[in-house]
C-alpha cells in the first residue's frame, strides 16, 4: 500500500488547567432546561409516569426483567497523537466494565452495606462494539480522530457522530471545557434539533482501570450511562453534592446530600459542619435521621460506587422501551442486525506521524515516522511503507 504524506496545518486551542469535576450532565442540563423549559418539563414527565405506574413500564402490565437489552456502541478517540490516543486495549476493558456493573457481577456488591444488599440492581443490559457502521462497512467500533478538538471537549467536540437511534456515540478526549471529568444527556433532552449532542464525552483517563487510566476512576462511564439511560444524581438534577439534601425522583434512593469522598469507616472531611469529625452510618444519614443514606451509588461522586438500586434498573430499561431518542429503535433486532453482525472482521486503518510531530523537514534531513495504524485484529501484523521522492523508499519496519 503506497501511502501519501500531506502537510497539514493545525492550530489547537489553549485550554487552561483543569480540575475534574467528575461530571457536568447536571451543568449542561440546566443551562439548557434555562432556554428550554419544555425539556425540563419533559424530564419530569416520564419521571412522574414512572414513579405512577410502581415501576412497570409495560402498558399490559407485564414487566419482562431478564429480557437482555444490547446496546451497540462506537467510541470516537479525539487525539492528537498523545497519550489521549488511548488504545484499544483500553476501550476493550472499559465494555468489560460496563458489561459487569450494569450486570451486577462485579465483585465489589460485596462491600456495599447491609442497608442496601437486597436492592442491588441487575439491568440485563449488554453492551457491544459496532461491528458494522452505519453504511454497512465492517467495523471495530473504534474510531480515531486527529483533531484540536481533543483540548475543547463541548458538544461541537462531538465529531462524526454515528446515527443515535442506532448507536450509543462515546467520544474520549484530553481536556473537557468545564473541567469535568465526562458528561452526557438525558434522552429528553435531546430530541429534535438537540440530536447532534446526544452521546458520552469523557476523559481518556477515566476510561476503564487500563492504559492511562486507573480503577479509582473506572466508574465514570458507567455512570455517564446512566445519566444517558435518564438517571440524575442520587441527590438530584444539580452538580452540587455534599450542599443540600435532594431527592432524585426514584423511591428507592433515600433523600441525599450526595458525597463527594467516601464515608465509609472515615470521618467527614472538614468543612462539613456540624457533622465533622463523624463517622459512617452517623455521616450518612445527613437527610432521613434514621435512614442510611445509598452514598456507594453509581450515580453518587463518592468514588466507593458500587451498585445501582432495583427501581434505577427499572428506569434505565424504561428509557429504553419509550423510544425517546430513538432508544427502542436502538435495541431493537433490525437494528442489532445491521449493527453488531457476528462474525464481520474489519480492515486495518493505516495512521502515522513523525516521532517529533514535524510537519515540515528540511531536504536531506532523516525523519522517523511512528506507526499509529489502528482497527488491527491480528497479533503479528506486517507493514510495508513506499515513500516517493526519498532516499529510502520502501521499508517493512514497524516505525520507519
Not at 460496563?98 to 442491588?120: C, G, H, M, W
Not at 483533531?147 to 474520549?172: F, M, V
Not at 456540624?274 to 453509581?298: L, R, W
Request: aromatic share 12%; charged share 20%.
Amino acid at each position: 500500500m503506497k501511502y501519501l504524506i500531506y502537510i497539514l496545518l493545525a492550530f489547537p486551542l489553549f485550554v487552561g488547567a483543569q480540575q475534574d469535576n467528575w461530571c457536568g450532565t447536571s451543568e449542561l442540563t440546566n443551562d439548557l432546561w434555562a432556554t428550554h423549559p419544555e425539556l425540563k418539563e419533559a424530564f419530569y414527565e416520564q419521571m412522574a409516569q414512572f414513579r405512577n405506574s410502581n415501576g412497570v413500564f409495560d402498558k399490559d402490565g407485564e414487566e419482562p426483567d431478564t429480557i437482555i437489552f444490547t446496546i451497540p456502541v462506537v467510541f470516537h478517540v479525539l487525539h492528537e497523537y498523545g497519550v489521549e490516543n488511548i488504545s484499544d486495549a483500553q476501550i476493550h476493558r472499559q465494555i468489560d466494565i460496563l458489561n459487569r456493573d450494569y450486570a451486577k457481577l462485579n465483585a465489589d456488591t460485596a462491600s456495599v452495606i447491609p442497608e442496601f444488599q437486597s436492592i442491588i440492581g441487575k439491568a440485563y443490559i449488554r453492551f457491544k462494539l459496532a461491528t458494522q457502521d452505519p453504511v454497512g462497512n465492517p467495523t471495530t467500533g473504534i474510531v480515531r480522530h486527529f483533531t484540536h478538538e481533543s483540548n475543547i471537549g463541548d458538544a461541537y467536540s462531538k465529531l462524526d457522530q454515528w446515527p443515535r437511534s442506532r448507536y450509543l456515540n462515546i467520544w474520549t478526549v484530553k481536556k473537557i471545557y468545564s473541567g469535568a471529568a465526562g458528561y452526557s444527556q438525558y434522552p429528553t433532552n435531546v430530541e429534535g434539533a438537540a440530536g447532534f449532542m446526544d452521546g458520552v464525552v469523557v476523559l481518556h483517563n477515566y476510561v476503564a482501570d487500563n492504559g492511562t487510566s486507573n480503577p479509582y476512576s473506572s466508574r465514570a462511564v458507567t455512570h455517564e450511562v446512566g445519566h444517558y439511560l435518564g438517571l440524575p444524581h442520587v441527590w438530584g438534577d444539580n452538580n452540587d453534592p455534599m450542599q443540600a439534601c435532594g431527592d432524585d425522583g426514584i423511591e428507592d434512593t433515600p433523600r441525599t446530600r450526595g458525597y463527594d469522598f467516601c464515608p465509609l469507616n472515615q470521618s467527614y472531611p472538614s468543612g462539613y459542619p456540624p457533622h465533622s469529625g463523624k463517622t459512617y452510618p452517623d455521616n450518612a444519614m445527613i437527610c432521613n435521621d434514621t435512614v442510611v443514606e445509598n452514598f456507594q451509588n453509581y450515580m453518587d461522586y463518592s468514588y466507593c460506587s458500587h451498585m445501582f438500586t432495583q427501581l434505577q434498573v427499572k428506569y434505565m430499561r424504561t428509557s429504553l422501551k419509550s423510544n425517546t431518542s430513538g432508544r427502542m429503535t436502538m435495541v431493537s433486532e433490525a437494528n442489532l442486525a445491521n449493527s453488531i453482525p457476528d462474525g464481520v472482521v474489519a480492515d486495518p486503518v493505516a495512521d502515522f506521524f513523525t516521532n517529533s510531530k514535524e510537519i515540515v523537514s528540511c531536504v536531506g534531513s532523516s525523519v522517523k515516522f511512528n506507526n499509529y495504524s489502528w482497527g488491527i485484529t491480528t497479533s503479528s501484523p506486517t507493514y510495508t511503507w513506499t515513500f516517493e521522492d526519498a532516499d529510502v523508499t520502501t521499508s517493512n519496519d514497524v516505525n520507519p
